[in-house]
């Protein structure tokens, strides 16, 4: 059960548009046991469409095409589908009444570009596309089902959910595929991968392992594959707890969850609420915090502490801890968290001071070092961090780190 | 000049990663004046990798190929690229040394995996990566040039901008392409292309206009091609000259300058200071505008009072202003301004308080709805705006209108 996809399109190629539908698409067939052999991406020319499409017959059982299918006169995947499928565009009286039909609701005039959206190769299966103007069309050949659909990722999907992926389902169940994610962070990849030797080498012939770092941050993924649901959902969660067994410290969550979903999950639980005080990450911890819907049951808010005499005058640091120790230190990182916590009234505030960069590192405290604070009602607590990157990615590090810090805190509260 | 882009991954085929290094790839290599002909993504696998890299010999100039040099198990390019080479690993000592020294500063214990990292085949040319443990390699084989790359963005954008990109100019430079962007803000794409009917109708043909509109910021990208440098410069100045007389009010900046870069150049010129009061923007506009080197000059903090207790205590909004006109309104934003810009003792303070959804919405203040309010000590201003989008996007958009709104102030101060 092999699937491509091939995406048609100049804006592609020249990096105007990301490709986003082969991913929903790769994700979409792969739950239904599909194994994804290839993805191409070519331009809007006859010659590049002819040859992928030679290509793939035979190769693959199912092919699903995005883009070309616009009123524009760039857009050619139509008529290179007839020369391919040798047979001609006639005008499907169904796909022009829904056009006419959704021109009118919208009081707008009809033109002959419009018309020609109802022009459908004869040969084709139409797959009414009640999102937009452009059907989908399914056809045949040698041992090849080819779905050509429009680019627009909103009529893709809606032609996608409502006419081929029950009926590729129905033609194709009997491999089953299942994805489970285990999210880890606190060590680097190479390092997991040493404590997992073992685990690698007793897993069944039919489960793999993959490991998909990002910001500190590594994605376990096993991937299943075999002809019972229940007995491979079983084999998996044995798989998975056996993860929990090895790994325990560095598990934080499973399949697309966050550290800050997580975080706030435990808080909302447990009825806590917090509160950030920040020098160098200058409001990334509180974006990350505030982008999960419904953080304000817990988040009260932040002093952003960018100049010293903010961290002096707001979050109350001694100026004496500032000279003796400067502003990224342990002293003053844990002043800034118990200066959060008094300010803001909550159980538990984190705080951060350091040097993203490009200036401002010294040889002691170079760039890329933060200090992170958590403070509670039973103390406070810090540690430094050294990470090696440019301004940007060093503060995404430091909020990441920070978030986890003060999950761990919340989590033994 | 044929280029083609492969990307090398399970996690792309099956959909849990969106490639985004092939856009970027095939923007930067366009800009080269390379033709991109095709993208290519393949699973993590022998025969799958050999078989692209056997199509594309000859068939293109350059090729970039990105993904599957972890140290993991499940990253098998480099023993392939070996294999279709004909050459053996052998370990690069300088690659080997710089992992070593990465490892001593962040003082971690190395691994055999990371070792192995430095491991390279004999045949290549090593392109350092100092954003990671894993080099790139440059072969040449059949007059094709083979680059193999990191699947890591920062990592691949590293070697690419540092190692890869001047070379091939200096080995492809024939046609001369310049790409002049005008950033702008402030209206919409169909509106701007409104506009600018005239203008585009005026445009040599050696010179073309693209709209790339991203988050309410529309970039006018104007790409010239040409024999001349001396000459197309000068056209292509003329035609920059014409886009500010005919939409002055709309252009902030030029080539990839962001709104909080042109913001932070002019407080700079004018030694003035800011601070920010956030609401429902949670930190956002403090991060965009820290995102900037140097922003310490001119930025001295914020207070994020998520919660409506800090609105009052810290900032100073009134019990009776909240009550009678609710947390979402000119009032409360006004207060907030006006009271952080007392608390922080700036020049401008901007403060935003609005609903960025999915809930807490109602039918007089919808989700997308926002008050942005500026004050300084010529007095306080606030402006509402509507967007319509999920959370995460309404909390840009709200914090680019936040943006916006203070550099159009402080550039009449």
């Known amino acids: ?19 986003t539908n082969s991913a929903w698409i790769g994700s979409e067939l792969s739950k239904l046991g599909f194994e994804i052999t290839q993805i191409t991406s070519i331009p809007d020319r006859r010659e590049s469409i002819l040859k992928i499409l030679s290509e793939v017959t035979g190769r693959a059982d199912v092919v699903i095409i995005t883009g070309g299918l616009g009123p524009t006169s760039d857009d050619i995947t139509k008529q290179t589908l007839c020369e ?13 009444g829904m056009i006419e039909l959704m021109f009118q609701r919208r ?68 491999r089953i595929i299942i994805h489970k ?18 685990f690698e080498a007793q897993l069944p012939s039919n489960i793999k392992l993959a490991y998909l770092p990002s910001l500190g941050i590594i994605k376990l993924r096993l991937t299943g594959s075999g002809n019972n649901l229940v007995e491979l959902s079983k084999q998996i969660n044995e798989q998975v707890q056996k993860l929990y067994a090895t790994i325990p410290d560095y598990i ?11 975080l ?33 049951t817990y988040y009260k808010g932040s002093v952003i502490a960018y100049d010293n005499s903010i961290k002096k005058n707001i979050l109350k ?62 103390g406070v607590t810090a540690e430094k961090y050294q990470f090696l990157h440019d301004r940007e990615t060093n503060i995404k590090h430091f909020s990441i780190a920070a978030l986890n810090m003060l999950r761990l805190r919340v989590l033994v509260k």
Not at 330 to 347: I, S, T
Request: proline residues 4%; charged residues 20%; negative net charge.
């Open 84 to 96: 391919f499928f040798n047979t001609t565009l006639v005008t499907n009286q169904e796909v022009l």
């Open 252 to 262: 934080y969550g499973e399949d697309e969850e966050t550290l800050e979903m997580v």
């Open 264 to 296: 706030g999950k435990i808080l909302k639980e447990k009825q806590l609420t917090i509160c950030t005080a920040e020098s160098c990450t200058g409001g990334m911890v509180a974006h990350m915090i505030t982008s999960v819907p419904g953080s304000s």
């Open 181 to 198: 994610n285990i999210m880890t962070y606190g060590t680097f990849e190479a390092r997991l991968a040493e404590l997992l030797v073992d």
């Open 317 to 378: 640091v001694k100026e004496k801890t500032l000279k003796e120790n400067g502003a990224v230190s342990r002293e003053v990182a844990e002043e800034m968290a118990a200066g959060a916590l008094k300010l803001f009234d909550c159980d538990f505030a984190v705080a951060t001071t350091g040097i993203a960069g490009p200036d401002g590192g010294t040889p002691e405290k170079p760039v890329g070092s933060v200090w992170i604070s958590v403070a509670s009602k039973n």
């Open 1 to 19: 059960m092999k699937a491509e996809i091939i995406t048609i399109g100049d804006e592609i190629l020249i990096g105007q548009t990301v490709d």
């Open 107 to 174: 009081n707008l005039p009809m033109t002959e570009n419009n018309r020609r959206q109802a022009d459908v190769p004869a040969s084709c299966r139409v797959l009414f596309n009640a999102a937009g103007t452009a059907p989908g069309m399914w056809f045949e050949k040698g041992g090849t089902i080819f779905i050509s659909l429009p680019g627009v990722p909103l009529e893709m999907k809606y032609i996608m959910n409502e006419h081929v992926l029950h009926e590729l389902k129905k033609r194709f169940s009997s």
